[in-house]
């Protein structure tokens, strides 16, 4: 074996920026497989409840779309999305020219990123919010702006005050990940008025609704009202959660038309496979799957936040399909117990929350597997 194929540093001194260097690279959760060999554990008795998924798996819908297209895969996708958009374009009355795909919403987040930001300028976002916007801010070499949350939440008082000058974006995420908080509409509203009064158009605000199929109905609100009411405005969506396709990378934003058209100036032409395309489509009139994916997730975080009531360990009430727990100075031994007895939870640790743990929902049996064996560490 060469010294390269063992992954030593040779002490190369490549002209990386700084910004570049310093980037601490997304600790995604831990998967199955991994698990299985590291612990030496049969991989169909490991559950998984660290990356926020659907546990009802693949909607029958898009499985079938899926079947349809194999033989055409020799084929680039279509590098537009046509049918995808105007499908998207229909369910949320905007024209197609409002919408961008992504490689996930992850890819949308970097899109406006890129489109919008050079070096010098700042990013606003809120202490304990989403991951990538951090790692889309540094990767431009702009700078961060990170404001102290309200709890676990966003300030949006705090954040709009943080706003100055050199400020190109701020990431707004609704429900966030990972604390799981939500902002009410009224609250986005009048962040909205005041950042368009204050400073124009020369701030975007992306609103990041990755979880928002998750809402209880009296809390959802139409936020495509605000794409069209303010210009500065990018709301991203996936369906990787409640329409179950996380393995297929796909996602969408809505902006009006010359934020539009940046955000596609800067997209790889072809970075929406064409499986993720139509089962997208299939899965988005798929009514009966996402209404089993609320009322599964809905029953899924009462039992296990009533388990942690019955436990005594501090959580914070969510409205995604995972929750936020905190275990104190016990956090990562529990982690680790967890993963020995065959339970991938997420560590928050870097996260800024060293002693919580987030614990994606999964199928009722998963959440009481996860229960049962909490209990009894907790109890050990
Ligand atoms: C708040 C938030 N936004 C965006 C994403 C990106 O998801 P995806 O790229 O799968 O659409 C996630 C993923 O966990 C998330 O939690």
New binding site residues.
Partial sequence: MSSLDNNEDQGHKFSAPIHVQEIAPYQAGKPIDELAREFGLNPDEIIKLA??ENPLGVPESARKAIIEVVDGLARYPDPNGFYLKSALSEKYNVPSSWITL??????L?ELASLALLTRGDAVVYSKYA?A?YHLATQARGARHIVVPADGYGHDLNAMFNAIDVETRLVFI?N????TGTFLSADKIQSFLEKVKKEHGERVAVVL?E??TEYLDPELRFDSVQWVRQFPNVVV?R????AYGL?GL???FSIAQPHLTDLMNRVRQPFNVNTLGQVAAVAALSDYDYLQKSYEMNKQGLEMLQQAFEKLGIEYEPSF?NFILANFGEKASDIHMELLRNGIIVRPVFSDGLPHCLRISIGLPSENQRFIDVLTKILDA
């Fill in positions: 990356s926020n992504g490689n996930g919403s992850n890819d987040l989403f990538v995420a429900p966030n990940n990972p990041d990755a979880y991203t996936t369906f990787s959660k996380a990378r796909i996602g995604g």
